[in-house]
Structure formats: structure tokens, C-alpha cells
């Protein structure tokens, strides 16, 4: 019989007026993590007190952290100081997820096996097969689906899910790309490392999750984060081919 080895992991969950949605979350994430696993909220100064209430249940749980940041600068620099964090310490996995529960907390052991059965990144996917978005109409289904096919063509990717922001990387995936030459700052930021890890030879994996729309607060989506991913995708093809990725 083959055991494998347990490896830390660490959820960078970005936060921006996440209020309503932290503490469930947080206690969600409580049941399913294992001891020496962390959660690090990092708040981009949320006016509606996220950053503080984070702060009281950090000391209140004792596996969750806390990384203030003054403003919101979008999605891509706050996972990038929430990496910068993480990979100052001990954990050898690193997870992304949104903490409005669109993400399911319970698939969190699902991604952290597939990364300690030897998987480099794994891919929370809603577009291979057991994978669904049950809430969406056809109008939202075709933009997502159409921004998937788009960079999967553009980029000559096999992956399904290029947007998802549901992962776990090994440490060594974050250490080797070059997180300063990343600049984008909404959902492009997704389809960027992701390319940037299966460009640097790492082996990504796609899990199936069921992705919900939230209950509570606003959507972060917005136009200009669409134009972004849009502009983006040629743009790293080009520098790849090119050699400068």
C-alpha cells in the first residue's frame, strides 16, 4: 500500500465588503481543513469592516491570518501579496478561492489530493465532465463559455477551465514563474498563471466543482474586467512567442 505524504496548504482568500460572507466562510473552511493547514485573508481595505472582522476571528480561530492592504487594486495584486505571504512560510501548498461561496468549501480536500498525488497545479474545473454552473442562464453560460473557448484557442491550451479561480498550486510552481512580470489585475490574472505554469512544464490537473452564484454582497465582475481578459490573451501568446514568458 502506498500512503501519501500530507502537505500544508495555505487558502489565500481575497477579500473586498466580504462582511457578510467571511465568518461562515471561515467556519465552513474549519470542518474540512487538516491541523497545520492555514487560511490567509487578505483584505484590500474594505469600507464595510471586512479587515476588522477578519482580524477578531483570527483571534478567535487559530489556523487563519490576516494581510491588510489600503486599497483595492483588483483581484490579481491582492493574490499576489497574499502569495508573497504564504511562500514566506512553511506551507508547500498554496490554494485560491473566492469567499462568497461560489467555490464549495468541501471541494477543498478534492484539490489538495490531486496536488499530493502529484499534480503541479490543480484546476477546480466547471467545464469537464461532472463539472456545472447549475444557477446560470443561457446568456451567462455562453459569455463564460465564450471567453474560455476564446483563450483556449488563442493560447493552443488543451485546459477547459482557463478562467476558474478555484486552485492549488505546489509551491515550486509559484516560486518558479515570475510573479513581478504579472500585471493583470482581474480574472485575465487566472489565465495567466495558469499559462504561465503549463508554459514553465508544470502538470495541471482539472478537478470537476459545481460553481454557485452568491447569496450575499455584490459581484466584483465588471466590464473592464472583461476588455482586460480580452486584451490579455493575445498579448501573452504573443510574448510566448516571442521568449519573453
Known sequence: MIF??????????????????????????????????????????SPD?????????????????VLHRTKKEGLGPAYIAGFRRVLGGDAELVLEMDCDFSHDPADVPRLIAA???????????RYVDGGSIPDWGIVRRAVSAGGNLYARAVLTSPLHDLTGGFKCFRRH?????????????????????????????????????????????????????????????????????????
Open 173 to 245: 510552481v509559484l516560486e518558479t514563474i515570475d510573479l513581478d512580470a504579472i500585471a493583470s489585475k482581474g480574472y485575465a490574472f487566472q489565465i495567466e498563471t495558469t499559462y504561465r505554469a503549463v508554459r514553465a512544464g508544470f502538470r495541471v490537473v482539472e478537478v470537476p466543482i459545481t460553481f454557485v452564484d452568491r447569496q450575499r454582497g455584490g459581484s466584483k465582475m465588471s466590464r473592464a474586467i472583461v476588455f482586460e481578459a480580452v486584451r490579455e490573451v493575445p498579448s501573452l501568446r504573443a510574448r510566448a512567442l516571442l521568449g519573453r514568458l
Open 49 to 65: 469592516g471586512t479587515g476588522e472582522l477578519a482580524e477578531r476571528l483570527a483571534g478567535e480561530l487559530g489556523f487563519v491570518d
Open 115 to 125: 496536488a499530493e498525488a502529484g499534480a503541479d497545479l490543480v484546476l477546480g474545473s
Open 4 to 45: 501519501l505524504r500530507q502537505l500544508r496548504a495555505t487558502i489565500c482568500l481575497p477579500t473586498y465588503n466580504e462582511r457578510d460572507n467571511l465568518e461562515p466562510m471561515l467556519q465552513a473552511l474549519a470542518g474540512v481543513l487538516r491541523e497545520g493547514d492555514r487560511v490567509l485573508v487578505v483584505d484590500d481595505g
